[in-house]
């Protein structure tokens, strides 16, 4: 089993910055790729950005230039860096891991985007 913890998630104002982080710990063989995805009140959980292991991302169209993800393969750790934040962002945002073909999911973080 691999629990994923993540950090990071706080009220912020529109135009502003978060740095999300996720650490995953337990029985890790080898973690291929991580994410983070975010569900919004009433919406479905959608995918915001992943990153392979070999630093091969992707991310939806709608964070594309303002979010970032990267990750420590050393740490077992992926980061959000989410700039210019905009109140549709607002969601709890889930981290995900994949190992030995088992997807992991975090207990999420709240993000607010508020005036």
């Known amino acids: 089993q691999v629990q994923l913890v993540e950090s990071g998630g706080d009220l912020v104002q529109p135009g502003g910055s978060l740095r999300l982080s996720c650490a995953a710990s337990g029985s890790i063989f080898r973690i291929s790729d991580m994410g983070w995805y975010r569900q919004a009140p009433g919406k479905q959980r959608d995918l915001v950005a992943r990153v392979f292991r070999g630093g091969t991302t992707n991310y939806a169209d709608s964070v594309l230039g303002r979010f970032t993800i990267s990750r420590d393969n050393a740490k077992n750790t992926v980061y959000l860096q989410m700039n210019s934040l905009k109140p549709e962002d607002t969601a709890v945002y889930y981290c995900?891991?994949?190992?030995?073909?088992?997807?992991?999911w975090g207990q999420g973080t709240q993000v607010t985007v508020v005036s």
């Open positions: 995900n891991a994949v190992d030995l073909g088992v997807n992991y």
